[in-house]
C-alpha cells in the first residue's frame, strides 16, 4: 500500500504538539508536591531505622506535647484488618507489631511547620527488639532464614506448606515433556544469574494533601485527596478498603504526576494524610523525602534464574526450563508471574517448564516497574537463545525467527498467541540500517535482544461534551503520565471527524468520571482510546438524530463526513451549525462511554546495542542502541518514539549501573541519586527508533500498547554485545565494571 | 521561634523581598514562600537537577543554596523565561521537539539549557550532553531532550532550515 | 459444563488428568464442583470467599476480575493462573 495514495487516518498518525505542552515548559502544570490549601499544615512520617525488630513499646506523648503539633497517628488509628491481604496492606501503612524494612513507617505527626511536625517525629520513643535481617531471595528461602511473618506458609496448587517460610507461593507452567524435549536437543546451555532490585527512580517524589468536609448530613464527613498517582480510582479504592469509608465520600483528584512507570500504582501517602487530617481538623499535606522513596516505595524486585534451552543442529528449539526467584520485599506479590510470561514469550516451546516462586524479604514492599518482571527475566533467556545461536553457527536474529510464535501457538502458560507482529519486528531489524552497518574496531560488539509483553486492556471512561460553538471536551478519568490526554484527544477527532484543535481533553477526579484502572501495562492509549472512539460514535450518532428531527426527515436519510452533517442535495449543516442549533434548543449533547477491554494482545520489541569494552578498566561503552517495535498503529509518532527511547535508557540503567546495595543488617546503603546512579544524558547515545506497524485488531485503529516492552531487552542485547567484545557472558545485574573484571580474570570475586 | 531574615532580591526581572528562616533553602524559599512552584524538587542533595534556577546567570541547584544568600542577586526560575511576547525560543524548540514527556524535570533542564546557550551559542552533541548530565531524566531517554536543545540553539541563533 | 484445565500442580488430585468438564454458573460453583470431583481442589485454589493468595482465574480467556463471584457460561474454559500486574 502507499502511504501517500491512502493515508488512512486523518489525525492518528501525525506529529502533533501535545495539549499540555506550554504548561509543562512554563511551569505552570501543577504536580503532587505543587498543591498547597488555605489552613494547610504538614505531615511527617516516622520510619524504622531497623530492617527487621519486634516494636516492644511505642510512646508518643512527647511528640503531642510539642507546640505546633496538631496530630499524632499510628497503626492503631486503623480499623482492624479483615484478611490477609488487608492486613499486609494495614501493616505497610504503619507497622503494627514488627518492623520488616527499614523506612518501615510506624507513625505520622502533623504540625504547623514541616520542620516541627520532623522535630515531633523524633520525639516519639519507639522500643525495638531488633531481629536478623534477610535481603537476598535466595537466603531467605533457606531453611535456618529469619522469618518474617510467623502465619506465612508456601502457598501452592500443589498444597499449602506446613511451616512457616518466606516463599509466598509458588507456580508451575508445564508443556509437553521436558526430559524428552532435552533429549531429543543437538545443543544444551544452562546458567545461573542473579538480578538486583531496582527502583522506578522517577523525579518527582510522592505527595498527597488530604482534607475532610466536616460531619453533617446526609453525607458523613467527606474526604478529598490530591495525590500524584497512575490511578485517582485505585487510590479511592485502596483508602475506602483501610478507612472502611462509602466509596461515594471519597474523592481522589489526580495531579500531574511527574513520572511514575508502576511505582506511583501504589498508594503510601493517602491513608496517614488522611488519618492525620482527620484528627488535625485541617488539610495535611506529604511529602516524601527522596531517601524514603528508595526506602519504602517501589522497587522492582531482585531476583535469581536458572534457565536450560536445548535445541536441534538445525536450530529448533526442543525445550525450555526456568526457575525464577523474585523478592517481593515485605509482603507478597513480587512480578514473577509476568516475569515467567516474558522469559521464553517470543518462542515456540514444544516441551517446556517453568517454576515461580514468590518470596518475602526484608525490603519495601515491590511495585510494578514497567512491563514488571520482564525485564531480568529476558536477560536470562535471551542470553542462553544468544548462546545456542551461537553454538550453532546461526545469525541470532535468524536463530529467532526460526523459532518464533505465530498467531494460534500456545503459549507455556496454557494461552494462545492472538495477532502478533513479533516476525515483523525480527524482520525488520534485519533490514533496519543499525543491523546492517559494519561494526569494527577492538573490544567491540554487537547484541540482540527480543522480547513479548502483553499488554493490558481493563476498565477506562471518558466523556464527551459538545459546546454551543461546536468545540468539545473530553474528560477521561485515565491519568496522563506521558502525553495520552493527546493521544487520546486525537483518536476521539478522528471519530468525530474533527480537527483536533477542536477537541479540549483533561483529566478528572472520582467524583465527575467513571471508574478506570490505573495508568499502567501500557493500556490507556489503547483502551480508554477505545472509550473515546465509542463516545464520540455516540455523539455523531445523537446528533445526526438532532439534524433530522431539526429537518424533518429520516435519521437513516443524515450522513455525516468530515465535519458535515447533510441530507439530501440541499440540507446541510456543519458540526458548528449543528452544535449550536442542538444546544440552543432541546438540550445539548454528551456522551460518556464506559468499557473494560478484555482482548489485549502482546507487544514485540528487537533491540540492537554495540558496546565497547574496556578491558583494562571494565566500563562499557555504548557506541550505538536502536529500539524496533510493534506498535499496531502509532497515534502519534513522536511520542512513540518517546516511549521507545525512554523505556530503552531505563532498561540500560538496569543492565549497567542500577542495583540497591544493602549491608548486612539489611540497610540499604545508597538511598540517593548519587549513589543509587541512573543514566544521564551522558551515559546513552541517541536512540534509533524503528516504529513496526502491524495493526491490532481489537482497536478500531489498530493501536496497541507502546510503553513497556522496550524497558524489557536492553539487559539481554547489551550483554550479548558484551560477550562478542570481550568473550564474557555477564550472569548478574547491573553489569558493573567490577562483575565484568571478575568474568574476565582480572580481579577475583 | 526562629528569627527570620528579610531577603530583598530580584526574581524573575522584579523586585521581591520576603522573610526566611536562616535554614531555608531558595528552592522552599521560591515554592513555599514566593509561590513559584514551577521550579521542583526532585531529590533535595543536589543531585538531580530538578531544582536548577540561574543565580547572577550561573546555574545552580536552589536547593543546595540559602534563601539568605540570595540577599542582593538576581534569580531565574522557569516562570521566567517567557514575557508579553510569548514563549521564550527554548520554550518553544522542547514543544516543537517533544524534549519531554511527564514535565517534571523539565523547569530545570529549561534553565540548564538557557545557561548553556548563554555561554555557547552553538554547542555539539557532546557539549549538550555534558552540561546536561547534572539535569536527571527518567522518561526520555534524553534523545529528543538533546534534538531540543538543538533546535533551541538554532532558533537564537536564526540558523533553522525552514521546513520544506 | 465448564472445561476447566487443571494445573500441573493440581494433577494429583485429578488422577493426572489435565482437563476435566464439570458444571458451574459462577466460578466459586465451578470449584465446589472440582472439589466434589476431586477432593481437596478447593482447599489449593481458595482461601474462604476468595480466590488463594496468587491466585487468578480466567474464564474463556479473560483474568476473571470478579474472582469467584464471576460468572461462567456453558461451555467456557477456566484456567487458574499466577497473578499478574501492569506497570
Redesign the interface.
Known amino acids: 500500500m502507499n502511504a501517500q495514495e491512502q493515508k488512512p487516518f486523518a489525525v492518528v498518525g501525525e ?1 502533533l ?2 495539549y ?12 503532587g ?2 498543591v498547597a490549601l488555605p489552613g494547610m499544615c504538614y505531615g511527617f512520617i516516622l520510619r524504622s531505622p531497623h530492617a527487621h525488630a519486634r516494636i516492644l513499646s511505642s510512646d508518643t506523648s512527647r511528640a503531642e506535647a510539642l507546640p505546633g503539633v496538631y496530630a499524632v497517628v499510628t497503626a492503631a488509628d486503623l480499623p482492624p484488618a479483615e484478611s490477609a491481604d488487608h492486613r499486609y496492606a494495614r501493616d505497610n501503612t504503619f507497622a503494627s507489631d514488627k518492623v520488616l524494612y527499614v523506612g518501615h513507617a510506624v507513625a505520622a505527626v502533623a504540625a504547623r511547620t514541616p520542620a516541627i511536625a520532623e522535630q515531633a517525629a523524633r520525639l516519639i520513643a519507639v522500643e525495638y527488639d531488633v531481629l536478623p535481617a534477610v535481603t537476598d531471595v535466595l537466603a531467605a528461602m533457606r531453611d535456618d532464614a529469619p522469618i518474617l511473618h510467623d502465619d506465612m506458609r508456601t502457598h501452592s496448587l500443589a498444597g499449602h506448606g506446613d511451616k512457616p517460610s518466606n516463599v509466598a507461593s509458588h507456580f508451575q507452567h508445564l508443556k509437553g515433556d521436558p526430559a524428552r524435549g532435552f533429549a531429543e536437543a543437538d545443543v544444551i546451555v544452562e546458567r545461573e544469574f542473579h538480578t538486583a532490585t531496582v527502583h ?6 510522592h505527595a498527597t494533601v488530604a482534607t475532610w468536609s466536616d460531619d453533617g448530613a446526609p453525607s458523613n464527613g467527606a474526604l478529598t485527596i490530591y495525590t500524584t498517582t497512575q490511578g485517582s480510582f485505585s487510590v479511592r479504592d485502596h483508602v475506602v478498603w483501610l478507612l472502611d469509608l462509602p466509596m461515594s465520600n471519597v474523592r481522589v483528584v489526580p495531579t ?6 508502576g511505582g506511583k500504582n501504589t498508594s503510601y501517602l493517602d491513608v496517614p494524610a488522611a488519618l492525620l487530617a482527620r484528627k488535625a481538623r485541617r488539610p495535611v499535606k506529604i ?1 516524601m ?2 531517601p524514603d522513596v528508595f526506602l519504602a516505595t517501589g522497587p522492582s524486585s531482585g531476583a535469581v534464574f536458572r534457565v536450560k534451552m536445548g535445541a536441534t543442529r538445525d536450530g529448533r528449539i526442543t525445550a525450555a526450563q526456568a526457575e525464577l526467584y523474585y523478592a517481593a520485599g515485605a509482603y507478597p506479590g513480587s512480578p514473577v508471574g509476568s516475569g515467567a510470561n516474558v522469559m521464553f514469550g517470543p518462542y515456540v516451546i514444544p516441551n517446556g517448564q517453568i517454576d515461580g516462586y514468590d518470596v518475602v524479604t526484608n525490603g519495601p514492599r515491590v511495585s510494578s516497574y514497567r512491563a514488571p518482571g520482564g525485564t531480568p527475566a529476558n536477560f536470562a533467556a535471551e542470553t542462553l537463545i544468544d548462546e545456542l545461536a551461537e553454538k550453532l553457527g546461526l545469525d541470532p536474529l535468524e536463530f529467532r525467527l526460526r523459532n518464533h510464535a505465530r498467531e494460534g501457538d500456545e503459549r507455556l502458560d496454557g494461552g494462545t498467541h492472538g495477532h502478533i507482529g513479533g516476525i515483523e519486528v525480527l524482520q525488520a531489524a534485519q533490514t533496519c540500517a543499525h543491523y546492517t552497518a559494519p561494526l569494527t574496531g577492538p573490544n567491540r560488539g554487537r547484541g540482540v535482544a527480543h522480547t513479548a509483553w502483553g499488554n493490558w486492556g481493563g476498565r477506562s471512561s471518558c466523556a464527551l461534551n459538545v459546546n454551543g460553538d461546536g468545540t468539545v471536551n473530553l474528560v477521561t478519568s485515565s491519568v496522563d ?3 495520552t490526554r493527546t493521544t487520546i484527544a486525537m483518536q476521539a477527532a478522528e471519530a468525530l471527524q474533527l480537527p483536533p484543535e477542536r477537541i479540549k481533553p483533561s483529566v478528572g477526579d472520582t467524583d465527575n468520571t467513571g471508574y478506570a484502572d490505573v495508568s499502567a501495562g501500557s493500556r490507556t492509549t489503547y483502551a480508554t482510546g477505545i472509550a473515546a472512539i465509542q463516545a464520540a460514535e455516540d455523539v455523531i450518532a445523537q446528533m445526526r438524530a438532532r439534524a433530522a428531527a431539526l429537518w424533518d426527515v429520516p435519521v437513516e436519510s443524515v450522513a455525516y463526513a468530515r465535519g458535515v452533517f447533510a441530507s439530501g442535495a440541499d440540507l446541510r449543516f456543519t458540526f458548528a451549525e449543528l452544535a449550536e442549533q442542538v444546544t440552543g434548543s432541546g438540550g445539548s449533547v454528551g456522551s460518556i462511554a464506559n468499557v473494560d477491554v478484555a482482548e489485549w494482545g502482546a507487544g514485540f520489541s528487537t533491540h540492537i546495542a554495540d558496546v565497547e569494552v574496556d578491558p583494562e578498566t571494565g566500563k562499557v561503552t555504548l557506541l550505538r542502541y536502536t529500539v524496533v517495535q510493534d506498535v499496531g498503529q502509532a497515534v502519534n509518532p ?2 512513540v ?2 516511549q521507545m ?6 532498561g540500560i540503567g538496569w543492565a549497567l549501573y542500577e542495583g540497591y546495595a544493602y549491608n548486612e543488617k539489611g540497610q540499604m546503603l545508597n538511598a ?3 549513589d543509587y546512579k ?5 551515559d ?1 547515545p ?2 534509533e527508533t524503528v516504529i513496526v506497524e502491524v495493526p491490532y485488531p481489537q482497536h478500531p485503529y489498530g493501536v496497541r500498547g507502546v510503553g513497556e516492552p522496550p524497558i524489557v531487552p536492553p539487559p539481554g542485547a547489551i550483554a550479548n554485545a558484551i560477550y562478542r567484545a570481550a568473550g564474557i557472558r555477564p550472569d548478574h545485574l547491573p553489569m558493573t565494571p567490577a562483575h565484568l573484571l571478575e568474568k574476565l580474570g582480572v580481579i577475583e570475586s | 521561634m526562629t528569627n527570620k531574615t528579610l531577603v530583598s532580591a530580584t526574581v524573575n526581572n522584579e523586585p521581591v523581598e520576603f522573610l526566611c528562616e536562616p535554614q531555608q533553602s531558595l528552592l522552599e524559599c521560591l ?1 513555599d514562600i514566593l509561590g ?10 543536589g ?2 537537577g ?1 531544582c536548577s534556577v540561574l543565580l547572577d546567570g550561573q546555574l545552580v541547584n536552589s536547593c543546595l543554596v540559602l534563601g539568605v544568600e540570595i540577599e542582593g542577586r538576581a534569580i531565574t ?3 521566567g ?2 514575557d508579553w511576547r510569548g ?1 521564550h525560543p527554548i ?1 518553544q524548540a ?3 521537539a ?1 524534549g ?8 530545570g533542564i ?1 534553565i540548564a539549557t538557557k545557561a548553556l546557550l548563554d555561554r555557547k551559542p552553538n554547542p555539539t ?1 557532546a557539549d ?3 552540561w ?15 534534538r531540543a536543545v538543538q533546535v533551541a540553539a538554532c532558533h537564537l541563533n536564526n540558523t533553522c532550515e525552514v521546513d520544506a | 459444563m465448564a472445561i476447566v484445565y487443571i494445573p500441573p500442580l493440581m494433577r494429583d488430585l485429578t488422577g493426572g488428568r489435565d482437563k476435566v468438564s464439570v458444571p458451574g454458573n459462577t466460578v466459586a460453583q465451578v470449584i465446589q464442583a472440582l472439589d466434589t470431583a476431586y477432593p481437596g481442589v478447593k482447599a489449593r485454589v481458595a482461601d474462604g470467599d476468595h480466590l488463594a493468595p496468587g491466585v487468578a482465574v480466567s474464564v474463556d480467556g479473560v483474568i476473571a476480575r470478579l474472582g469467584p463471584r464471576a460468572p461462567v457460561k456453558a461451555g467456557s474454559v477456566l484456567r487458574f493462573l499466577p497473578v499478574i500486574e501492569g506497570g
Open positions: 506529529r504538539p501535545r499540555d505542552g506550554a504548561d509543562k515548559v512554563t511551569g505552570k502544570a501543577i504536580f508536591p505543587d522506578q527512580g522517577y523525579i518527582e517524589s500531574e504526576v511527574g513520572g511514575a512507570f511529602t523525602p527522596r503520565l506521558s502525553g513522536a511520542m518514539e518517546g527511547q525512554g523505556g530503552a535508557t531505563q540517593n541519586f548519587l541512573i543514566p544521564t544524558a551522558l546513552v541517541l536512540i | 515554592r513559584l512552584t514551577g521550579t521542583k524538587e526532585g531529590c533535595n542533595d543531585n538531580c530538578a526560575t522557569v516562570e523565561l517567557a514563549l520554550q522542547f514543544l516543537e517533544d519531554f514527556q511527564c514535565g517534571f524535570c523539565t523547569p529549561l552533541e549538550i550532553r555534558a546536561l548530565s547534572g539535569n536527571l531524566c527518567r522518561c526520555t531517554g534524553y534523545d529528543k531532550i538533546v
